[in-house]
């Protein structure tokens, strides 16, 4: 999934304000927390209530989704039907499929809702959503016991653990964050390496967690990518 | 097979054992007190080279190669140059090794870096292009081959470096430090400088561990200028055990009310622990030296040395 956190109301209005019929386009893909139809319909009366708050009287908005943002064929036969009188979009997907709506619809101002954070899973029990995959483009799981060193290790290194590594843990905790980016707690985190080892262990592998890993080719995972459809 | 370019290396080499120190520079142009560090440790002629930390605990400071040779200019004692993966992709520690080998730096100590979220510019980007295994393998490259990482080719003479990497004998389960340790010997380190270690025998079962690596060992200590120095190892740096006995001894000399007399009994004190130390870690064959993190604390150095080696 990708793991999304919606930006301060604040925010939102400082794009939306000079707008009188803005469109609310949320996603039924793979964003977490969900930003289908009910949040746009949420995000719809938080806009209009936002600029009454603020004597913007004549704003309205209107709620929608789309099967995949981030497919500019299902965006543009579900969304061109009901585009008329818009004049600005707001999505709730993330940073792709406000990109996706920018190329198939030109001429309307596209908005972002979302801060677009990870591609992660999510852990029921403790409801957290856990980074786990940084698209890097040479995948190493099969080498690391299944544990990406890539994502989990903050250094991201391949001949770890580091020195930072104490009785298991990171030297650098999960920090968890406000919309503002100000680190509102702390959380402890496993040395992914120290993971590794365990896992490697246990498996009967340690020649592969002794096995030096030359550097990686960073031009595999430099911005932008292109990929042919194949 | 090894050549020594430094003294380090020489000295190891012809079987002396070896004692190293550590100048660590801040954040300032002013490289004065550090300078005066350096000259004491010279002045003690027994220590062989001494590291300069490069932003340590990620804390960004003066570079540590540009003080590393200001300090070996002044005064004439070696330097052991630190050099991080931390703020540095492949060109730039490239760029700087190159510059290191042609300013007349012999000795690289080859760190992956502390992470900078644990400095004082917590929101810099991490780089570690790198990380501290590769950069011994970069160094070993450019020094054997005359090759970067990626197989070109440096022209004219190649950079003479002795390398040097970290330990930590401290590391549970030692398990995975020996795997780390054979990982970076295979690419070329060829001394290991240590983590701190205060308890002997930490630093004993680490030195069996390591006999079997082809490299030479120096252990780390600290000899703590104040109570308050050992006790803040104790409490804060997670990972190094500091035995109770030694703490409690310090405690009580800080409790000498008389600054004058405290300082004398603190010195002797770490004069006869460490001594002790010494002598029990040294009688390890793959124990090749002791490296002495007495920063801003360099008087102890050289009479700490004397009670081991005699006058």
């Known amino acids: 999934m990708i793991v999304v956190k919606g930006k301060p109301l604040d925010e939102i209005l400082s794009f939306l304000l000079p707008y009188k019929n803005v469109l609310i386009v949320g996603c039924d893909g793979c964003t977490q927390p969900p930003r289908g139809l009910r949040e746009a319909m949420t995000y719809a009366m938080l806009v209009e209530m936002g600029a009454k708050l603020r004597g ?11 099967a995949k ?10 969304l061109t039907p009901q585009l008329e009188g818009v004049d600005a979009i707001l999505s709730l997907a993330c940073g792709v499929g406000v990109q996706t709506l920018v190329e198939v ?30 698209a890097c483009g040479e995948c190493l799981l099969g ?21 930072g590594c104490v009785d298991g843990k990171c030297e650098v905790p ?13 959380v402890a985190k496993d ?28 031009a595999i995972s430099s911005s932008p990518r292109l990929m042919e459809v194949v | ?122 929101t810099a980007m991490p780089v570690y ?33 002795n390398i040097g990497a970290a330990a930590n004998p401290n590391f549970k389960p030692l398990e995975v430090e020996v795997l780390k340790i054979e990982r970076k010997a295979e690419v070329g380190a060829e001394f290991f400088q240590t983590q701190v270690v205060f308890d002997v025998n930490v630093a004993l079962e680490f030195l069996d561990a390591v006999k079997h690596v082809n490299a030479a060992f120096l252990i780390g200590i600290f000899p703590p200028r104040s109570y308050g120095q050992a006790e803040y190892f104790a409490k804060y740096v997670p990972g190094v055990q500091v035995p109770a006995e030694f703490l409690d001894n310090l405690k009580k000399i800080s409790e000498i009310s008389d600054r004058k007399e405290r300082r004398k009994r603190i010195d002797e004190y770490n004069i006869e622990y460490f001594s002790e130390f010494i002598r029990a870690v040294k009688k390890k064959p793959s124990c090749r030296g002791i490296h002495i993190m007495a920063v801003g604390y360099p008087e102890v150095v050289g009479p700490l040395i004397e009670s081991v080696e005699g006058s």
């Not at chain 1, 943002?69 to 579900?78: A, G, Y």
């Not at chain 2, 002396?16 to 004065?32: A, N, Q, R």
């Not at chain 2, 005066?36 to 001494?50: D, F, Y």
Request: charged share 25%.
């Open chain 2, 1 to 122: 097979m090894v050549q020594a370019f430094s003294n380090l290396m020489r000295n190891i080499l012809d079987g002396k054992f070896v004692y190293t120190g550590e100048l660590e520079p801040h954040k300032s142009i002013d490289l004065s007190e550090v300078i005066s560090w350096a000259k004491t440790l010279k002045e003690t002629g027994r220590i062989v080279a001494a590291n300069v930390t490069d932003n340590p605990k990620s804390v960004g400071s003066i570079s540590s190669l540009v003080a590393s040779y200001i300090i070996q200019r002044e005064t004439g004692l070696e330097i052991i140059y630190q050099l991080r993966c931390s703020d540095r992709n492949r060109l730039a520690l490239v760029s700087d090794l190159l510059g290191a080998a042609a300013l007349g730096i012999r000795n690289v100590l080859a760190l992956t870096g502390d992470h900078p979220r644990q400095g004082d510019m917590p």
């Open chain 1, 105 to 134: 619809f030109p001429e309307v101002p596209v908005y972002p809702g979302q801060n677009t954070t990870f591609i992660g899973s999510q852990e029921r029990e403790g409801s957290m959503l856990y980074e786990k995959c940084k």
């Open chain 1, 174 to 186: 999960f920090e968890i964050r406000d919309e503002t980016g100000k680190v509102v707690k702390t």
């Open chain 1, 56 to 66: 913007k009287t004549d704003l309205k908005c209107r709620a929608t989704t789309v």
């Open chain 1, 191 to 218: 040395c992914a390496w120290y993971l590794i080892y365990q896992r490697l262990k246990k498996l009967n592998r340690l020649d592969l967690f002794r096995k030096y890993r030359p550097p990686r080719n960073r």
């Open chain 2, 129 to 161: 292009d790198l990380d501290g295994t590769q950069l011994v393998d970069l160094i070993h490259r450019m020094v054997y081959e005359g090759k970067d990482i990626n197989g070109n080719e440096i022209h004219g003479p190649r950079p003479q470096f």
């Open chain 1, 143 to 163: 080498e690391t016991g299944g544990i990406c060193p890539i994502t989990n290790c903050p250094k991201g290194i391949l001949n770890g653990p580091c020195g």
């Open chain 1, 69 to 78: 943002q981030c497919d500019n064929h299902i965006c543009s036969t579900t």
